[in-house]
């Protein structure tokens, strides 16, 4: 018997009991659309929060610091943060040091970290604040992927200048929009040399909190080509750099470099690798929970496929009184069985698709209303939709093949007996 | 020539709970080439556990039962399941058609088992089915078909193959006596013109006289002797 033929037989027996097999279809496919639905949820999310936290910028880099500059809490007994190794001559942070740096294999860019306290004039104002120097590489990254008004720098080159909305707030306390587009006045403190800087954008926040890697926000940002022109006088090394790699799993190796150079490094690659451990636990228990309603569903294709065989006992013993092979009557009935999964599986992507959109939809409609950013909280890639499928296929395969080899084994005069 | 069907002390013994029934003990019979052969006997004398066993149907407890030289004692379930599709063509009392298939697709059923290709089953199908008398009937389903159509059907399933053996049981049991001359004339035809051997099993003493070539009777699972029946 042919593959074809099977699959004619399997569909005519298929369609002589609709309803029943409609409702194993469905059952399949409520199985199929919680599973699939449910790793969905847990790729989403994923792609939700570490989609966010990649874009921050703060995996791919590295903070890199001379160790005569080391902060307090660096200090002393915290070797695993990145003091480098004993016997390293102290190196410096300096130009030289930034180049070799960017020489590295697998980096991206370096750029030292600027911080200076400023005076702001800004028509009868004056405050002081701290100014940090942004590379045009950061736009569209961290802070600076949402503006609360305006944008990012358009060149290093102009002297234009960013604020947060809470120093905005300070001096436009009605209004901070109307800020855009005017002129201030930035002091370098303890010195005289005065320059005019345009607001082109506010900020409202930073998703973390300030120093981490690679974070350039402040109260004030310039240009980092204008920081440097700001803040050059005199300056032999920097107190911090910020070493950008290509992508985040190049993080730990780059860093590992640059502390056999002698520096201090760190980077938040760790708290990366925990996360990701820790979507994968969620991703389980997604899975976990998903099966169970295919577990269920599979007990109804067995419970389906028994009671047709026993109404078709006596079909059974016809086509082996004709010459039906045991394996022959075996494969009738799987592939009765994976037309049911194959169906089923198809109709339950679809189901948790439209369910997936339907979930969404709320959810991001609540979202909106709390002025939160939207997005999708299940992603059903191309790969979940054919490994949903091919899992249906090979469950209902499981699952049939214990009644069909029960009707393969029947006795053709009993079965011929049965009415 | 060596007989097509060759039986040496074939038994099949059957445990009912603590029970045995001896429904064969010990028949030897032989069936040779073009022959029509009778299984006279009365009900639970054996003569339909005998025609089962020669149709691969069962296996016997013990004894030698040899079908054109092959000894069915030895073979396996699939070499059986092949010995029913090809070798031999069952037709029962109570016809034994799917009732959701066709009488063409019924006709059709063996040669699928046997992996002829679906333009030639059909094709042999309509062929024998108005061989039988039964042209323009072939889209009917068995419930729309009278008894006499339906055992027509059953001997074009039985053909399908092309077998050389036709193994018959009360094969007009469920007929009347107009259809039953009529099927037993088919088996007749098709015993002289096309050389099928035929074993009928029947319990009509007439019948097997007026259309077999010959009569072994059974009673009890043995062969009752010549001179007693």
């Known amino acids: 018997m042919t593959l074809g033929d099977a699959v004619d037989l399997a569909l005519r027996n298929l369609n002589q009991a609709k309803l029943r097999t409609a409702l194993t279809v469905l059952g399949v496919s409520i199985g199929i659309a919680s599973l699939a639905g449910m790793v969905s949820l847990g790729l989403g999310l994923q792609d939700q929060f570490v989609g966010r936290f990649m874009k921050s ?131 370098r403190m303890a010195s005289s040399d005065e320059a005019r800087y345009t607001v082109v ?73 925990g996360a990701k451990r820790a979507f994968m636990i969620l991703d389980i228990v997604l899975t976990l929970i998903g099966s169970i309603a295919l577990a269920v569903s599979s007990l109804g294709i067995v419970n389906t496929m028994v009671m047709s065989i026993l109404e078709r006992t006596r079909e059974i013993g016809i086509m082996k009184a004709v010459g039906g092979s045991d394996g022959d009557i075996r494969r009738i009935f799987l592939v009765e069985a994976s037309v049911i999964g194959g169906i089923g599986g198809i109709a339950g992507v679809v189901l948790g698709w439209a369910i997936g959109r339907a979930i969404n939809f709320g959810a991001n409609v609540y979202v909106r209303s709390q002025g939160g950013p939207t997005g999708n909280l299940f992603s059903l890639p191309l790969w979940l939709v054919a490994v949903a499928i091919a899992f249906a296929f090979i469950v209902s395969l499981i699952a049939g093949s214990y009644p069909a080899s029960r009707a393969a084994r029947l006795d053709p005069i009993q079965a011929l007996r049965h009415d | 020539m060596a007989p097509i069907v060759e039986t040496h002390d074939l038994k099949r013994h059957y445990r009912m709970g603590e029970s045995t029934v001896r429904a064969l003990d010990g028949v030897s019979i032989a069936v040779e080439q073009g022959e029509f052969l009778g299984l006279l006997g009365p009900s639970g004398s054996g003569k339909s556990t005998l025609l089962n066993l020669i149709a691969g149907l069962d296996r016997a407890t013990e004894g030698a039962l040899r079908v054109f030289g092959d000894d069915l004692a030895q073979m396996s379930s699939d070499a059986l399941s092949i010995h029913r599709r090809r070798t031999v063509g069952i037709i029962f009392q109570s016809f034994n058609l799917v009732s959701t298939m066709s009488a063409a697709e019924n006709v059709a059923l063996p040669m699928l088992f046997a992996g002829v290709p679906r333009p030639e089953r059909d094709r042999r199908a309509h062929d024998l089915l108005e061989a039988m008398g039964l042209g323009g009937r072939e889209r009917h389903r068995p419930p729309e078909l009278s008894g006499g159509e339906q055992q027509r059907v059953a001997i074009a399933r039985a053909l399908a193959n092309n077998p050389h053996l036709l193994l018959a049981d009360e094969p007009t049991g469920n007929l009347d006596s107009r259809t039953s001359a009529e099927i037993l004339s088919l088996l007749t035809d098709l015993n002289r013109r096309e050389a099928k051997t035929i074993v009928m099993v029947t319990h009509d003493v007439g019948l097997a006289h007026r259309y077999a070539h010959r009569a072994v009777t059974l009673l009890d699972g043995a062969v009752v002797p010549e001179s007693a029946s």
């Open chain 1, 57 to 187: 910028g703060m995996f791919d880099a590295i903070t890199v610091m001379s160790p005569q500059d080391r902060p307090g809490i660096m200090a002393g007994g915290m070797r695993g943060l990145g003091a480098g190794p004993r016997g390293v001559a102290r190196s410096r942070l300096d130009d030289d040091a930034l180049r070799k740096f960017g020489a590295l294999r697998r980096v991206k860019e370096v750029y030292p970290n600027l911080r200076v306290p400023v005076e702001l004039k800004y028509q009868q104002v004056t405050q002081s604040y701290v100014a940090t120097g942004v590379p045009m590489s950061a736009r569209s990254e961290g802070a600076f992927q949402t503006f609360a008004y305006g944008g990012f720098f358009d060149n290093e080159s102009d002297n234009t200048c960013l604020l947060s909305l809470d120093v905005a707030k300070e001096l436009e306390e009605r209004n901070p929009m109307t800020l855009i587009g005017k002129q201030m006045t930035l002091t």
């Open chain 1, 201 to 273: 954008g506010i900020i409202e926040r930073e998703p973390g909190p300030p120093g981490l890697p690679g974070a350039t926000y402040s109260a004030v940002m310039i240009p980092l080509a204008k920081m440097r022109e700001m803040s050059a006088e005199g300056r032999r090394s920097y107190g911090q750099a910020t070493v950008k790699v290509d992508a985040p799993q190049f993080t730990q190796d780059v860093e590992n470099q640059i502390k056999d150079m002698g520096f201090m490094a760190f980077s938040l690659n760790d708290a990366l690798t």
